[in-house]
């Protein structure tokens, strides 16, 4: 009886006047700031002679772009340059989490070193890159390190393979022929280890036995997909990177070209970002305590097994979800690409196109609808690996 | 419950009318807010000498900042009362639209989208430029038409950005702009070797050379590639705002027609030549008509000078600078310095 | 302090087997070969006094850079005879600030009191004129001092509106739930440069026309907005993590919605979470020297604008390692700050 009428009263307290007003007066009020808004834009644009809309993203831009992914020129429309500028946010960013990754996770290991000066010394890295902003670190290493590189005909030559000098770093291009083949053999490669991968399980859980799969991944994913190239007969061509001199002008064409711009980025991103990876690393590994390695020791696996088999799989489920938020904060970071004039979606499209067209609230809008997609993307996707990895903890 | 949210309400209120009152309402009238402030907003460059360049005291000065000082003087009566904001070439015109300055006296080319698309008015020329290319000595390099494959540091948001590819794509030559959101960080990555060509107007190219290391390692090369007038500009809503920074340039040009300077515009007034007495507002109403005082264009010669003491002073061959009248003499020697009658 | 111990010490922590001994040595060679010559350029072969740049010797830093912009680095443009209101506003923050360490847990809510609703009238005042002050506009304010005060505006801008975010999340009515909870992703789902191009560049043509406000204050509301989804998050960390049981005491005694929250729920809920609330607060002061992206010069922007003034060409590295300084510094304390909290706080559940 005393349940019920609890129950009662606050069904009806649900449906009182006083819940249903504050709600009223948040859709009224957020309807007048947004009407109050586009009125004002409808009559400030009709006092100014300004068209609205999308229109402008079929007109020619009439600019060229230094660092393109795809074809792209003048006479290419806004919309393309809004393609580049979104293709080249990604590139930075892909970079960025790539190198953050790996630098995150030995920095992370380093941490926890025996070793004492390791152990300090990635400490020092980790207070030193995380507690200095970002922008500057990209300012140090765009306008002091890389811009006192040597110049193009004085050029630091490693090894014949990897030029360096102030207008970019430059490397050899490895032009494949019948290059669809190594795919094809990349492919049936992943699928034979999926099926391995299967049948381990399986036996591990039958019979007791452990079969070495990551060795064996490794090695068929090299195999096959060199197999298939001799069958399909790939060549591989390497364009380098050539001297051409135009009277005293000296200049590398030809090869894979990375520009100061884009190399800054990378850099301090991916040195910021590894400093909170570590940190994430670090703590997941000390979030598995001393027993499941005693444990794993007492089970009689030895030490890469256990690693392999109890420790690393728990720390990764402990280490995921931080660092994927680390990887938001990147994509994120990546748009002070407009600081150093790199021609990513806030450079090239927020700055670039933003001054030439006028358009300040389309593209201000697309480029916010661009990153507000991307992150709601990743976080999709972790929420998904949460969901995951939750089942698995049963 | 609800004595809780009448307060609320009440807070409400309040920040509502707080915030409005901040809101510096009735501003349709440029020039009624520029006196109300006792103060004219001009956007000139970050610092291309001769043009508009602060010194280290934070003092400016140019061509560009002798209008900005002139439209103060017509206005307030005191050329001294402006406060200047540095732009970069890519924010200037949305500063401008959003009310953050009264004029644009930046280098700024007069063209159709701009003067149209943009809803902005340009309201004169106060030096006919060009666009042209600097390029190390040690390039070896006499002619644009012997660019070819080269890296051009350029300012983003510029017509000199288009131009740039016109000329190149029209003369099928490569090259690779490095495109940069202040003209500084341009002309110092040039400098640095970032790139093998700078580009912008030749007035810029004079002015800039003054700030690479050393000066005498760049030239500048001979062709021009484009017409770039270069003149000041308003919001495109206001036309008596316009009408008033229209004639304060052309009452300078004028000026030098007449032979009006700031040295003898004293002993002027008692002169019997009446296109000087026009000038000078000793006869007729030039102020009237522009919502001024009869005083504002003695004001504006007596305390900044004609165009051509200013041109002389900032960016005259006996300057840094160093560029010859060229164009920007009056049509009467041989430029196309020309204004309107002031009558 | 004894050989042995030190041979112990070595032997435990740098040489315990061959690969670590081999690491050791590689990394101690390493650091051996550029520490004496960072010293060497930065403090040995370095000038510390003159004028202009010919003062300073070649080979080493050139500390006369930082010397002679030194004013300009931390006020910016603001005029030389009002130095004294910025330096006086500062002052009071920190007296007060400080005092808060001092005085019986009591008197803190009235302290916090003072700094989120009296101080920031005080300091506008100050800084920016009225009241018989010259009015000072904020196109001159400018370096490490501007860095401070939009560090703190976002501050006491984004606490309280990211605590009725945090509440509007767990909120019972539907459509304030729910806006809410798009309110925080949307700010959190974009880069703060967006929010500032929004602010500097787009706002003004969303007002009704004729209507300018400041463009300090534009990019600084979007600063705090931005900052807010961010702290709503944290705060409802804290308001997750408190066991039900608090919410049925409070509503046992009768206490209506905002009397429960404000009084019982917020208290425990925000003590809880000082520690991400702190590092909040350090990415906020992180990044505020975006601003240079909208052409407002705080630290790094006016140290951009005087190593590009001709007379200083190339003095950026100077220039930078100034402002790392001081920006590492202020953040490495408060994380060391927030680490030592998180230990207190973890010492007192257990």
């Not at chain 1, 970002?273 to 696996?301: C, D, H, M, P, Y």
């Not at chain 3, 505020?288 to 005087?306: C, D, F, H, K, R």
Request: glycine share 8%.
């Amino acid at each position: 009886m005393f349940l019920s009428s609890g129950f009662k009263t606050s069904l009806k307290k649900n449906l009182q006047l006083s819940n249903l007003i504050p709600q009223l007066l948040l859709i009224f009020i957020f309807i007048f700031i947004i009407y109050f808004f586009a009125n004002n834009a409808q009559i400030n644009m009709k006092a100014r002679n300004m068209t609205s809309g999308f229109d402008f993203l079929g007109t020619n831009s009439g600019f060229d772009i230094q660092f393109s992914l795809v074809d792209y020129d003048g006479s290419s429309s806004y919309g393309r340059a809004y393609l580049v500028g979104l293709l080249n946010t990604l590139l930075v960013a892909f970079f960025g989490i790539f190198f953050a990754t790996i630098l995150g996770f030995i920095i992370g290991v380093s941490r926890l070193s025996t070793n004492w000066i390791i152990n300090k010394l990635s400490l020092v890295y980790v207070e030193l890159f995380r507690n200095l902003p970002l922008i500057l670190q990209i300012f140090f290493w765009y306008f002091t390190v890389l811009r006192s590189l040597p110049s193009t005909e004085k050029s630091l030559i490693i090894f014949n393979f990897l030029i360096i000098n102030l207008q970019g770093f430059y490397i050899p291009k490895f032009i494949f022929t019948n290059s669809h083949y190594i795919f094809y053999g990349i492919v049936f490669s992943l699928l034979t280890i999926i099926l391995i991968k299967y049948y381990a399980n399986k036996i591990f859980y039958e019979h007791a036995k452990v079969v070495p799969v990551f060795r064996i991944s490794l090695f068929l994913i090299v195999l096959f997909p060199l197999v298939f190239s001799l069958i399909g007969g790939v060549t591989i061509n390497i364009e380098y990177p050539k001297l051409i001199k135009n009277f005293g002008i000296f200049n590398y064409l030809g090869g894979i070209k990375l520009i100061p711009e884009f190399l800054a980025l990378v850099f301090s991103l991916s040195l910021y970002t590894s400093a909170f990876i570590a940190e994430n690393v670090r703590a997941g590994i000390l979030a598995i305590n001393k027993g499941q390695k005693e444990a794993a020791k007492s089970l009689g696996l030895n030490n890469s097994q256990s690693l392999n088999l109890i420790i690393i799989p728990q720390a990764l489920r402990v280490i995921i979800p931080p660092t994927t938020n680390q990887y938001l904060n990147l994509t994120k970071n990546s748009s002070l690409a407009a600081a150093i004039g790199y021609p990513d979606l806030t450079g090239a499209f927020a700055g670039t196109a933003l001054s030439q067209t006028g358009k300040a609230i389309e593209i201000i809008f697309i480029v916010m609808m661009t990153y507000l997609t991307i992150s709601l993307l990743i976080s999709l996707v972790l929420n998904w690996y949460n969901k995951k990895i939750a089942l698995v903890e049963r | 419950m609800k004595k809780i949210k009448i307060n609320s309400f009440a807070i409400l209120a309040f920040v509502v009318t707080f915030i409005f009152t901040t809101f510096n309402a009735n501003a349709n009238q440029t020039r009624e807010n520029v006196i109300k402030r006792g103060s004219v907003n001009c956007g000139v460059s970050q610092g291309v000498p001769g043009f508009s360049n602060a010194d280290a005291s934070g003092k400016w000065a140019g061509i560009d900042v002798d209008f900005c000082r002139a439209v103060a003087a017509a206005i307030l009566g005191d050329a001294n009362k402006v406060k200047f904001t540095p732009l970069s070439a890519k924010d200037r015109f949305e500063v401008l639209k959003a009310g953050d300055i009264d004029v644009l006296a930046r280098n700024t080319t007069w063209t159709l989208s701009r003067d149209g698309g943009l809803a902005l008015d340009f309201i004169g020329t106060n030096f006919y430029d060009g666009q042209g290319f600097m390029v190390r000595k040690a390039a070896n390099i006499n002619s644009a038409k012997k660019l070819n494959n080269v890296k051009v540091c350029v300012e983003t948001g510029t017509t000199t950005e288009l131009n740039l590819r016109d000329y190149f794509k029209a003369n099928k030559l490569q090259y690779e702009p490095v495109a940069f959101t202040k003209s500084d960080e341009a002309v110092a990555a040039y400098d640095s070797g970032r790139c093998d060509v700078y580009t912008t107007d030749k007035s810029g190219l004079a002015a800039n050379r003054t700030k690479t290391k050393n000066p005498a390692d760049h030239i500048i090369l001979p062709e021009t590639i484009s017409k770039e007038p270069l003149g000041p500009v308003v919001r495109g809503n206001d036309e008596n705002w316009a009408n008033i920074t229209r004639w304060t340039l052309n009452v300078m040009i004028e000026a030098e027609e007449l032979g009006v300077t700031k040295a003898n515009v004293d002993s002027l007034k008692s002169t019997d030549n009446p296109a000087i007495k026009r000038l000078l507002g000793l006869e007729g109403e030039t102020g009237k008509n522009l919502s001024l005082g009869n005083e504002w264009s003695y004001n504006i010669i007596k305390q900044v000078g004609n165009y051509g003491e200013s041109y002389e002073a900032n960016v005259g061959p006996k300057t840094p600078v160093g560029l010859a009248r060229g164009l920007n003499q009056l049509w009467t020697k041989g430029g196309i310095l020309y204004s309107p009658p002031v009558r | 302090m004894n050989k042995e111990n030190i041979k112990n010490w070595l032997k435990v922590n740098l040489f315990s087997n061959w690969y670590n001994s081999i690491i050791s040595l590689f990394v101690l060679l390493i650091i051996l070969s550029i520490i004496p010559s960072l010293i060497d350029w930065a403090i040995i072969k370095a000038t510390f006094v003159g004028k202009t740049k010919s003062d300073c010797k070649a080979g080493g830093a050139c500390w006369v850079f930082i010397s002679v912009w030194f004013e300009k680095l931390i006020y910016g443009f603001y005029p030389d005879k009002q130095l004294w209101r910025v330096n006086l506003a500062f002052i009071i923050l920190i007296l007060t600030i400080t005092s808060a360490f001092f005085v019986k847990p009591k008197i803190k809510p009235y302290i916090l009191f003072f700094l989120i609703f009296i101080f920031p009238i005080i300091g506008f005042v100050l800084i920016h004129g009225g009241f018989g002050l010259e009015n000072v506009e904020t196109r001159v304010w400018g370096g490490l001092s501007l860095t401070f005060m939009l560090t703190f505006f976002g501050i006491i801008f984004a606490f309280p509106l990211g605590v009725l975010l945090a509440l509007g999340k767990r909120s019972e009515l539907p459509v304030i739930k729910y806006f809410c909870i798009a309110f925080v992703e949307f700010w959190r789902g974009i880069p703060l440069i967006t929010v500032l191009f929004a602010a500097a560049i787009m706002f003004p043509l969303l007002l009704p026309a004729n209507t300018n406000v400041d463009k300090l204050l534009r990019v600084a509301i979007g600063i705090g907005i931005f900052e807010s989804a961010y702290v709503a998050e944290v705060i409802r960390g804290g308001l997750q993590s408190l066991p039900k049981g608090q919410y049925e005491a409070a509503k046992s005694l009768g206490m209506s919605y905002w009397k429960m929250n404000f009084l019982v729920i917020l208290p425990q809920a925000i003590k809880t979470v000082i520690p991400g609330l702190t590092n909040t607060f350090i990415a906020l002061f992180k990044d505020t020297p975006l601003i240079i992206l909208v052409g407002l010069l705080e630290l790094l922007g006016m140290v951009n604008l005087a190593k590009s003034n001709s007379y200083w060409l190339g003095m950026a590295v100077e220039g930078y390692i100034f402002v790392g300084l001081i920006f590492w510094f202020f953040s490495y304390l408060l994380s060391r700050y927030t680490q030592s909290l998180e230990k207190k706080f973890s010492t007192e559940k257990h």
